[in-house]
């Protein structure tokens, strides 16, 4: 017998029929972790190095030791840049504003995703196949409830940051969507009192921030940006892609057009205003028109089976005593 033969029969005998694969499998999960930093690591830039080594040296306030960490954060992801970053632009942008819409506009964030993404997805696939070999175990199990076992966790794993995702955009929308009709309200309330448009953006951010955070970190946005200097038109453009509610893209659209047409502010404030809070009361109507579809599945479900229960099953009882006699 030779060594190949003998160590098949060895891993044969402590796995199962299905050893030799499960083996193979773990061998490949194994050197793939080890590969991967091989892969994805890179040099460090003397320029950085020198730029560390002069930050360290020096004496610097609390707030600025909090921007070197940062800084040593993102510098430890950019290392993984080329791994961790779609290499098409399309699909970079469609991701990071994916991830903007739900609440990250880090420039990290499309790093963290792709890395929450491959450890999971990794991780879900060492504890499918250890669940399958030291709990489930090997004894009778077919191809299919192998791959299952094995390969499912690490899917779950991989789909989980996404579908985390999906809905934090969903809830954040609806968020905003509840809190538009009253941000605009407010905001016509300071304009109509004086204030610019800069400074009611900052007030209804500062008002909003207990009751809707989502909308004020928007409105917050737009602020610090109108104070950096830049463009309102594009910073209002922004804000709507960022949001991803048509009411708020229409919103942007019609303060665009004001400011470009000469127009008063405060007339568009306070039509649109008004346009908004009578598409509110119709979506409460159109939720409670739904209702009552709602509820007749549910009625269905728990009324209907015991009512027939109640009727005919003294029809079947008397059949089956005449049955018995």
Not at 90 to 96: D, T
Not at 308 to 320: A, D, E, K, N
Request: net charge neutral; charged share 20%.
């Amino acid at each position: 017998m030779t060594t190949m033969e003998a160590l098949n029969l060895m891993i044969t005998d402590m796995l199962g029929p299905m050893g030799p694969m499960i083996a193979v499998g773990i061998l490949g999960v194994f050197v793939i972790l080890l590969a991967i930093p091989l892969i994805i690591a890179r040099r460090e830039d003397p320029i950085e190095k020198l730029k560390r080594s002069q930050n360290g040296s020096a004496k610097v306030s609390n707030d600025q030791k909090d921007k070197l960490r940062r800084k040593s954060a993102n510098a430890k992801l950019d290392r993984y840049k080329a791994f961790l970053e779609p290499q098409d632009a399309k699909e970079l942008s469609s991701v990071r504003l994916r991830l903007m819409q739900a609440g990250y506009p880090s420039r990290d964030a499309v790093r963290a995703f792709h890395l929450a993404q491959m450890v999971l997805g990794i991780g879900g696939l060492i504890a499918g196949v250890a669940y399958f070999v030291l709990v489930k175990g090997t004894d009778g199990a077919s191809t299919q409830d192998t791959l299952m076992y094995t390969l499912g966790p690490g899917g779950i794993g991989y789909m989980l940051p996404k579908y985390w995702v999906t809905r934090r955009v969903e809830s954040r929308k609806e968020e905003i969507t509840a809190g538009f009709p009253d941000s605009l309200d407010m905001m016509l309330v300071c304009v109509e009192a004086g204030q610019s448009l800069d400074q009611s953006i900052v007030r209804v951010a500062s008002e909003l921030q207990a009751s809707y955070p989502s909308l004020a970190d928007e409105f917050e946005i737009v602020a610090h940006e109108m104070k950096a200097g830049k463009d309102k038109s594009q910073v209002l453009s922004d804000m709507g892609e960022r949001c991803g509610v048509q009411d708020v893209s229409s919103f942007v659209t019609v303060l665009i057009q004001s400011a470009s047409f000469g127009t008063s502010i405060a007339d568009a404030l306070r039509v649109y205003a008004e346009e908004m809070r009578d598409k509110r009361v119709m979506r409460a109507e159109e939720a409670a028109n739904k209702l009552p579809t709602k509820m007749t599945l549910a009625t269905m479900m728990f009324t209907v089976p015991p009512l027939l229960i109640i009727l005919v099953s003294p029809s079947v009882i008397g059949i089956t005593n005449m049955g018995g006699q």
